[in-house]
């Protein structure tokens, strides 16, 4: 407790000095950086060095920062300290319309980002063995009718292939109801049920006659059209959804970003807040000058009268 005068004693003295000692603050690299941006963290812009530190958090060079302005520094010649205080403003402003420039060009970026992950997960859904659809599903839709993936071509390519292959060799011993099942479901296409009949008949029939080699040639003939189509979607479906044509990547540089009108309106107000600080920047000068210029020709017209005075008074000196 103080004394009455407002003075500690010796004892209050020693107690303070003791709990300042152990009162250093943060000790490691870590922790002194930590306090460091507590300024940034509660929005107290006081510390000496908080500006340059948010800019190296922003990934900008400080030192940039610091020679532009003194560009406009030098350029505008401000003659006190307000006009100084309105070429920093302006010079603040202008480094904050540059970040917003990279903001759009970081969203911009981020959409051409986003595109080619989407366009690498379709590539690694090329490679995948199975598509991602219910075994129920297929059986009941038939993969020429689930939602077209990667996998899924595969898939219905792998079955035509058996199918070509049972027929190259001739073998229609083979029971291709659960491939035919696999295809279409449980409602065939005109296609598949053509494939299917085909089949079944040479299997019951055999390839011995003109007319069952020309019919097992249709059948081939089936077999190539469906995977014909099949490859046709595929490429289409390649198209749209795993390439990236140059067209489609200019589309993603367009301004769709909901965060992209908020920046053009704060770059609009950024450009508002130049133009003023500039004009009033230009108004103070301008009329600075006039006042010099008046205290300049006010005091040549004091020294005029008094020469003019003297030369009255001491004619004799001429």
Not at 14 to 37: D, F, H, I, M, W
Not at 104 to 115: A, F, P, T, Y
Not at 152 to 157: D, P, S, T, V, Y
Request: glycine share 6%; charged share 30%.
């Amino acid at each position: 407790m103080k004394k009455g005068n407002g003075k500690l004693t010796p004892s209050q003295l020693e107690s303070n000095r003791k709990n300042a000692q152990k009162s250093t603050g943060p000790r490691t690299e870590a922790g002194k950086r930590r306090v460091a941006l507590n300024a940034l963290k509660y929005g107290c812009y006081t510390g000496p060095h908080t500006m340059e530190q948010s800019m190296l958090l922003l990934g900008e060079d400080p030192h940039e920062f610091k020679a532009f302005r003194d560009s406009l520094i030098e350029s505008r010649q401000p003659a006190d300290a307000i006009e100084r205080m309105l070429v920093e403003d302006v010079a603040m402003l202008a480094w904050k319309k540059r970040r917003l420039n990279r903001a759009q060009q970081g969203l911009q970026l981020r959409n051409l980002e986003m595109l080619e992950l989407d366009r690498h997960r379709q590539v690694l859904e090329v490679g995948r063995e199975s598509a991602d659809v219910s075994q129920e599903e297929v059986l009941k839709s038939g993969l020429r009718r689930v939602p077209k993936s990667p996998a899924r071509f595969g898939e219905i390519l792998s079955q035509l292939d058996t199918l070509a292959a049972l027929v190259k060799r001739q073998d229609f011993s083979q029971d291709i109801e659960p491939v035919i099942a696999m295809l279409y479901g449980e409602t065939p296409t005109l296609r598949g049920a053509q494939i299917a009949n085909i089949y079944e008949k040479l299997g019951e029939e055999g390839v011995e006659t003109e007319e069952q080699r020309a019919l097992a040639a249709s059948l081939k003939i089936a077999i190539e059209e469906e995977t014909r189509d099949v490859m046709e979607e595929y490429t289409l479906f390649l198209q749209e959804h795993v390439h990236v044509s140059p067209a489609l990547r200019d589309s993603a540089l367009a301004p769709i970003h909901p965060q992209w009108i908020s920046i053009v309106r704060q770059e609009y107000t950024l450009d508002r807040l130049i133009e003023r600080k500039l004009k009033l920047l230009t108004q103070i000068q301008a009329n600075r000058k006039l006042e010099e210029l008046a205290d300049h020709t006010m005091a040549s017209d004091v020294r005029g009268t008094k020469n003019r005075a003297f030369q009255k008074t001491n004619p004799r000196s001429y």
